[in-house]
């Protein structure tokens, strides 16, 4: 949690007497798993690895461990790798709010992309090099990766979907044409 | 044979935007009181208690039913907790239905609240980060699918959003009260989570709702026409899956199923008199009338665009004014059900549907994975 004192809360306009502002800070170390660990490693050396589920042939991006529409368990012998270009399946232009510890301040892309090769979407990730009213599904977009040096596993959490973040900076599009519908429509989220 | 279950009392606090004046258990023990009064019963006739509310961090508070159970009337009673995220008011009612419809309990008090004024939802939601998106920014990707699929005009979105507020001005507990709203006015609102505006959200609420349900005998001694619960059905699904259709959700289509072939229903849109949906988001009504299949795919939009869903209208929809005007979230699942109680009860006030006896309460949470569905009506058969 950022600084207690700036006080930018919906919540401290009350009477003081009424109200005891009370702020919690936890810290969690979140324990990847096998395929989420493997996952980093390959996304820290710039490469995109999922799991090709051995029933149904679906690429989970990043990888599961286990393929939830068939249940059944996935392992190192399934990973494929997957391109770093792909399709803009779902977007908004996010207006960010100034709720407690908000450090947005300007618009910004909340976006899924699904890459080529893969049956998921990466979730959350930002669209740069292309203006917010030109934005659209079916947009052809590509990784724009961090420099090596600044690579992180900041926001990687066995908890979220994707948290590519601290190694992709965003994605933008590839000037190829755009995806038809029926690439994207099964992959909105 | 399952048991008959009534619901014979109905309480709600005002929505409103903080309740400074009250406390967490305060708040919860205004709409149980007025629930009970409703009933003309007292704690001392409930069997037990089950409650919902959203996850504990949009309050900060961990596990509130262990300091809640004495203001719940709940020492020495059984006390549940239900936990489906958005849809958690609605689960809750079924849940305290099958307790009554399997004759664990022959009296029951549902409550879901939310004091939304103690937390900050936003901040709850982003997992205590920054750049949180909100649960705009979650739904608003699939309502833009929804737009391009459908072909919707802009203006729909618009019209929901209207609708649903001067509906509440007919209603005393409704939050927001605006009644000067126009299409220009929701149109000329920021856009907060494109494509959704200002006005086509909903509120930040404190509030609670509470209902008491009985077996058959209970149904028939109450001092007041019961709501007969003709059927229920609650469904869910994975919140993201290769192939999951987010706006048409599977799980959604097939909860409705479920409740119409329970309720003996076959034409949804000729047999239901008034429905109270959950629509958080004004796209969300004819994203529903389509999830449920009150309309085929690509004709929820006609239905709102034809004024059918307006208090007049041949489908009413959230004659309450719904949760685009008070979204205590964890209260919100459950008013639907307490909203739809009312009106096949006839005692709806103002926004009462003339005739209604048979009405579809839904609530829906998380990543429109989670489904709670009613079917109410005015006769127990
Ligand atoms: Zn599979």
């Not at chain 1, 989420?36 to 990888?63: A, M, Q």
């Not at chain 2, 919860?28 to 006739?45: G, I, K, S």
């Amino acid at each position: 949690m950022s600084d207690a004192t700036t006080g930018a809360t919906t919540t401290g306009t009350a009477k003081q007497h009424l109200v005891m502002e009370h702020l919690v800070s936890l810290t969690y170390r979140d324990a990847l798993p096998p395929s989420l660990d493997r996952f980093v490693d390959r996304l820290l050396e710039g490469h995109i690895v999922g799991h090709r589920c051995p029933s149904c042939s679906r690429v989970y991006v990043p990888p599961r461990g286990y393929c939830p529409m068939c249940v059944v368990p996935t392992a190192a012998d399934h990973e494929v790798e997957v391109s770093d270009r792909g399709i803009l399946t779902g977007f908004t232009v996010i207006t960010p709010i100034a709720y407690y510890g908000q450090q947005e301040t300007e618009p910004f892309v909340h976006a899924s992309v699904r890459l080529d090769g893969a049956d998921t979407t990466l979730v959350g990730v930002e669209i740069t090099g292309v203006p917010h009213d030109e934005l659209r599904m079916g947009l052809r977009v590509k990784a724009v990766w961090k420099p090596e040096s600044e690579r992180s596993t900041e926001g990687i959490s066995s908890r979220g979907w994707g948290g590519v973040s601290s190694v992709i900076d965003s994605f933008e599009p590839t000037g190829e044409p755009d995806a038809p519908p029926d690439e994207y429509r099964d992959h909105v989220f | 044979m399952a048991e008959r279950c009534a619901v014979v009392g109905v309480g709600q606090t005002h929505f409103t935007k903080r309740r400074d004046d009250v406390s967490m258990p305060g708040l919860l023990r205004e709409a149980v009181d007025r629930a009970l009064d409703d009933a003309e019963l007292t704690l001392a006739d409930i069997d037990a208690v089950v409650i919902g509310k959203a996850p504990d961090a949009f309050e900060g508070i961990v596990q509130p039913e262990l300091f809640l159970a004495d203001a719940l009337g709940a020492a020495g009673k059984p006390l549940m907790r239900v936990h489906t995220a958005g849809s958690v008011g609605g689960s809750t009612v079924l849940v305290a239905a099958h307790l009554v419809q399997s004759r664990i309990h022959r009296r029951v008090l549902a409550v879901a609240w939310e004091k939304q004024s103690e937390g900050n939802a936003q901040w709850g939601l982003a997992g205590g980060r920054s750049g949180g998106i909100g649960a705009g920014g979650a739904f608003a990707p699939w309502i833009r699918a929804y737009i391009q699929r459908s072909q919707a005009p802009e203006y729909i979105g618009w019209m929901v959003a209207v609708k649903d507020r001067l509906n509440a001005l007919k209603n005393p507990y409704a939050h927001l009260r605006i009644a000067d709203i126009t299409l220009e006015k929701v149109k000329e609102s920021p856009m907060l989570w494109d494509p959704l505006r200002f006005l086509e959200s909903c509120p930040s609420s404190d509030g609670a709702c509470a209902v008491v349900l009985t077996d058959e005998a209970g149904g028939r001694r109450a001092p007041r026409p019961p709501a007969w619960i003709a059927a229920t059905a609650m469904r869910s699904e994975l919140g993201q899956f290769p192939g999951r259709d987010p706006v048409r959700p599977q799980a959604g289509v097939e909860c409705s199923a479920d409740v119409y072939r329970l309720a003996g229903i076959t034409d949804p849109r000729r047999q239901i008199d008034v429905a109270e949906l959950y629509v958080p988001f004004s796209w969300y009504e004819p994203m529903w009338l389509e999830g449920h299949d009150i309309a085929g795919p690509g004709e929820g939009w006609k239905i709102v665009d034809a004024g059918e869903t307006e208090m007049g209208g041949a489908f009413p929809v959230n004659p309450s004014g719904g949760v685009l005007s008070s979204n205590a979230i964890g209260a919100s699942g459950m008013v639907r059900f307490a909203e739809a109680a009312l009106q096949v009860r006839g005692l709806a006030g103002e926004h009462q549907v003339d005739g209604a006896r048979t009405a579809l309460a839904q609530a829906y949470g998380g990543a429109a994975q989670y489904f709670a569905l009613g079917i109410l009506r005015s006769d127990p058969d």
